[in-house]
């Protein structure tokens, strides 16, 4: 599903260079529950949104699905995000003037995916969110807004969510909430790389990779 | 979710964002709209005081002796009076004039001591001239006394003088005015003609032309040339540096205009686009969330077109509003003369509504394309 070849990453600073990634080699096979984990700094971040088509790597090659993401151009990359792939970020990334239905319907505003009302209703029901429907995001607890994130990443049904800390601002009880959302999308034959540095995701992991200084040990 | 709406939604959200940028754009409208309204008036006010000055051509009989005329301040030649109305029907000819002057002057032994005995006749104003022009209203039968005659006879208003064996009442002691007017009388042509035995002539005409205007061409040498071919009785002489003060003034006005306009609009298109660009990098996290979920950069930057196309057209017909009222409102006690050229200028709500729209999008557009050429994850970083 996820294929990383020979992949670095080096960010250019006053300070010197900052190889993020260091020749990575990676492969996560369709329904797939991976966690990375591995101190701050390490390149847990940047290989997430190098795999998400987010980040340009400085060299290698990534493909999702069997598309080599940076063969696209921006426009076709886009497309290509909206459709295969959703994101939960640890700072939630909430439109702020936007209540939690549009927030959900947003990934479905993109010109290249149609947006679904009744399915945009349901995940926000399922996700135990029915009677905040309407509210903006400051109305809403931490556990909540993450809650609003994965139901955004969900509407397009994609194939593959990309987790950055997803529960890094959140008690265990939420915490424990998110990962069951994330697990029931694996259950339904859906691909998930989480990277984090705690240990509670662990438990729903096919697989833990352990990263250090850009690159993987798997455990 | 269309584009306008989340445009919408966007400003009620960061309402004062909002009103602050529109506030950049009012104010920019309104100055621009409120200086144009004036603009002319402002013009007009102006060419009065700097007519207001005095005279700038002096038409004398041909044969004055100039040596003479500088040494007393008048000529000591005549011309017949109507050489006036002859000169007045060349307006538009080879001359165009405000107003004309006829007068007549002698210097008479008042107490042992001389005075210039000065008879004006009514002004004749140029037909385009709708007013009559500011100064002497002389009634037959009395005269204005120069400050230093007055001094020195002990004269005030209400009493009589007596002028080569006529009595006159003193209408006027004027003000010292620090020029030999200040030994002059002042009386109406026809009342010092009578006296001087000169009926029906005059030595002067005074005239406020607007040869000023093309002052850097010469135009006395024209004038001269068409005079002599005219009123071969005549010569005519140009007070140069009150010409030259006045073109002066007015070219100064001219470049005052063009500097403060464009001045104007590029501190209000700095405030604007300085605005623009911390609206876009207050929503640089926004723009890369809308990039990772897919958002083409084109739509992305539809967003803020939209929102400074709201922006601009508000803020158009608001500051038209706000300028033309302030116009309307301040201008009257700006330019007292000429407080009717001051009226709304429809024209400048169809120029406002089109250009202030124009600009708040092409301020934002610079910054949200710089924005959106980054990758996703820069753009999420952003904080």
Redesign the interface.
């Given at each position: 599903m996820v294929r990383f070849e020979n992949v670095s990453k080096v960010y250019r600073t006053r300070a010197g260079e900052v190889r993020s990634l260091d020749g990575l080699n990676l492969e996560v096979k369709p329904c797939e529950f991976i966690v990375v984990r591995g101190p701050s700094g390490c390149g847990k971040t940047t290989l997430l949104l190098t795999a998400g088509g987010m980040l340009h790597p400085t060299s290698g090659e990534i493909s999702v699905g069997g598309q080599a993401l940076y063969s696209l151009n921006r426009r076709e990359r886009a497309v290509f995000r909206a459709r295969e792939i959703g994101f939960v970020f640890q700072m939630f990334h909430l439109v702020p003037y936007l209540n939690v239905i549009e927030n959900v319907l947003l990934a479905g505003s993109s010109a290249c995916v149609r947006p679904n009302s009744k399915r945009a209703h349901d995940l926000v029901a399922r996700l135990g969110l029915a009677s905040r429907a309407f509210h903006k995001p400051a109305a809403l607890s931490t556990g909540e807004r993450q809650r609003v994130a994965i139901a955004r990443a969900l509407l397009n049904q994609p194939k593959l969510i990309l987790a950055d800390e997803p529960t890094g601002n959140l008690d265990p009880e939420n915490a424990a909430e998110v990962f069951r959302h994330l697990e029931d999308f694996h259950r339904a034959g859906g691909t998930v790389i989480v990277v984090t540095h705690g240990t509670m995701a662990e438990e729903y992991a096919d697989r833990v990779l352990q990263m250090r200084a850009g690159s993987l040990n798997g455990s | 979710?269309t584009v306008i709406a989340?445009v919408l939604?966007?400003l009620?959200?960061?309402k004062w964002s909002f009103l602050l940028s529109l506030l950049a754009v009012v104010t920019a409208v309104a100055l621009f709209v409120a200086y144009f309204t004036t603009a002319e008036a402002s013009q007009r006010e102006t060419a009065r005081v700097t007519r207001d000055l005095g005279f700038n051509l002096r038409i004398l009989p041909k044969n004055t002796d100039m040596d003479q005329f500088w040494a007393d301040g008048f000529s000591d030649q005549t011309m017949p009076e109507d050489t006036v109305g002859r000169f007045a029907k060349y307006e538009n000819v080879f001359l165009v004039y405000n107003h004309l002057v006829a007068s007549l002057e002698r210097k008479i032994l008042l107490q042992g001591k001389a005075v210039i005995v000065s008879g004006l006749a009514p002004a004749v104003v140029a037909p385009a001239q709708k007013r009559q022009p500011m100064g002497f209203a002389i009634r037959a039968g009395t005269v204005l006394v120069g400050f230093q005659v007055a001094q020195r006879l002990g004269l005030a208003k209400g009493g009589q003088i007596e002028l080569a064996g006529e009595k006159f009442a003193v209408e006027q002691c004027l003000a010292e005015s620090g020029t030999e007017d200040d030994i002059r009388v002042f009386g109406l042509l026809s009342d010092v003609q009578r006296i001087l035995k000169l009926e029906g002539l005059i030595n002067e005409i005074k005239a406020i032309d607007c040869l000023c205007l093309t002052a850097d061409q010469d135009p006395l040498k024209i004038l001269r040339a068409e005079l002599a071919k005219a009123l071969p009785e005549t010569k005519v002489i140009q007070l140069r540096a009150i010409a030259d003060a006045r073109a002066k003034q007015r070219r100064a006005l001219e470049r005052y205009a063009a500097f403060f306009s464009p001045f104007v609009l590029v501190v209000c298109a700095a405030w604007i686009g300085v605005l623009a660009m911390l609206n876009v990098r207050e929503r640089k996290?926004?723009i890369?969330?809308?990039?990772?979920?897919?958002?083409?950069?084109n739509?992305i930057a539809w967003l803020f077109l939209a929102k400074s196309a709201v922006l601009g057209g508000v803020g158009a017909v608001l500051g038209y509003a706000i300028g033309s009222a302030l116009a309307l409102n301040f201008g009257p006690e700006i330019f007292k003369v000429t407080a009717q050229a001051i009226k709304p200028d429809f024209g400048l709500l169809a120029w406002a509504s089109v250009a202030a729209p124009a600009f708040a999008a092409l301020a934002t557009f610079i910054p949200a394309m710089l924005a959106v050429a980054q990758?996703?994850?820069?753009s999420?970083r952003g904080?």
């Open positions: - | 979710m989340i939604k966007e009620a959200h960061r996290i926004e890369g969330l809308l990039r990772a979920l897919g958002y083409s950069s739509r990758d996703p994850a820069e999420l904080e």
